[in-house]
């Protein structure tokens, strides 16, 4: 039975934009995050700390991707009149205000938050799909909240059981002289999967 702590996690994940209106791929950082944290089961919590960064899950292709960006673009075109940019009746505005009702107006068409599932220690996606921060106002510094909760494995346990299921063999004979050499000073649970690989 594996040693699991129920625990709750939070943190930031920080990036920069590169372009005024980006996909941009966040899969292989969550996937990191989870593994650092030894999330085994649980889920994954993301939020934007923007009005104009969105969250999406999706294909990682490129030409869909152009194709969002169209929609975006049609729906709530950069050239089209929005009143938040009238900055002569608006109130409490910044001196470096920029000209973004349409950022904001195209946020609201994407989440601003997502919650991923995780299940063996891994993001739970279908096979096309990514986790995206679709950027509608850059290029700028981001961030977006994160909370990880669950149960959480010891990360000594959890690595050897990844190495395990990808190949036991360079494992399995140190893990078994270990243990006749005196497996009583070793972890319980590392006694354990030794003694799962067997003699």
């Known amino acids: 039975m594996r040693s699991l702590r129920a625990d709750v996690i939070s943190g930031r994940l920080r990036f920069d934009s590169s372009h005024p209106t980006e996909f941009i791929d966040l899969t292989d950082r969550l996937r990191e995050q989870v593994r650092r944290a030894g999330l085994v089961t649980g889920r994954i919590h993301l939020q934007s700390l923007h009005t104009t960064l969105g969250l999406a899950i999706n294909e990682n292709e490129p030409l869909l991707l152009?194709?969002?960006?169209s929609m975006l673009e049609r729906i709530a075109p950069?050239?089209?009149?929005?009143?938040?940019?009238?900055f002569s009746r608006r109130v409490e505005i910044a001196l470096d205000e920029p000209v973004n009702g349409h950022a904001h107006c195209r946020q609201l068409l994407v989440s601003g938050f997502a919650t991923l599932l995780v299940e063996e220690g891994d993001l739970v996606l279908g096979r096309w799909q990514s986790v995206f921060a679709v950027e509608l106002d850059g290029p700028r510094h981001?961030?977006?909240a994160l909370q990880l909760d669950g149960d959480f494995a010891d990360l000594v346990e959890l690595e050897l059981s990844r190495q395990l299921r990808a190949d036991p063999e360079p494992i399995a004979t140190p893990m078994r002289r270990l243990v006749e050499a005196g497996g009583k000073r070793m972890r319980p649970r590392l006694v354990q999967l030794a003694a799962q690989l067997g003699p």
């Not at 950069?78 to 009238?86: K, R, V």
């Open 66 to 69: 152009r194709d969002f960006q």
């Open 78 to 86: 950069q050239d089209a009149t929005y009143l938040h940019d009238d």
């Open 142 to 144: 981001r961030q977006l």
